[in-house]
């Protein structure tokens, strides 16, 4: 069973934004239907990123492709490096999918202030932190970055390679932690698991 998940979590790695890039979802509000899409945008998420985005997968996988009563789908995104053009049509290519729930991706000048105007958690592996407690970069007026609150489990390293057929590296882990904590707050906010706000809430994001 565990395989079929996995290989059918690769197959959504190549999931990208439905919306257009002129698309603007609402803030926060729900998600329609029982299915949520987690984005992982990561610097060259195919290459030197790919373990850290493959750990995300894993993660889902174990969780069974769900968190609680939803089903959750997986995008993955290229943030572009430094281009701040790039990492902005990445952001919003995830943001105006009408499906998002929550982003796993670096804190930058770029990102915080686009997920947090779309009223969706952001969690962040890396980056400016301290952005997270300037105003200006927070349109909403309510913080929405979070960083990494998962746990990953002893026999981590065991499991990737078991999954992916090689060892993962340094680095890979931070990725399953991220996805879990994800999972973790979409399903303790219960029947409001697809709460763009209440999941928010329910990371811990304060």
């Known amino acids: 069973m565990r395989a079929a998940v996995t290989i059918a979590l690769i197959a959504a790695a190549a999931l990208t934004g439905c919306g ?18 987690v ?17 995300q997968k894993l993660a889902l996988s174990d969780a069974g492709g769900r ?3 939803l089903l959750v789908n997986f995008g993955s995104l290229d943030l572009g490096g430094a281009d701040r053009e790039a990492q ?10 009408p499906q998002i729930i929550a982003g796993i991706v670096d804190a930058t000048d770029v990102t915080v202030p686009l997920f947090n105007a779309a009223g ?25 970055l979070g960083t990494i609150t998962g746990n990953s489990p002893g026999n981590f390293r065991e499991d990737f390679r078991q999954a992916f057929g090689r060892d993962p590296s340094p680095g890979a882990e931070k990725g399953y932690r991220a996805m879990q904590g994800v999972l973790q707050a979409i399903a303790k906010a219960g029947a409001a698991g697809n709460d763009r706000t209440r999941v928010i809430q329910t990371y811990g994001v304060a």
Do not use: C, H, M, W
């Open 67 to 69: 968190a609680g009563r």
């Open 20 to 37: 257009g890039e002129n698309e603007v979802i609402s803030a926060g509000g729900r998600v329609t239907g029982t299915t949520v899409t």
């Open 120 to 144: 969706v958690l952001q969690v962040a592996p890396a980056g400016d932190f301290a952005l997270a407690r300037q105003p200006n970069e927070l349109p909403s007026g309510k913080p929405t």
């Open 88 to 97: 902005g049509r990445a952001v919003r290519r995830a943001i105006n999918d």
């Open 39 to 55: 984005y992982s945008i990561a610097n060259d998420p195919g290459g030197a990123n790919r373990d850290f985005v493959d750990a």
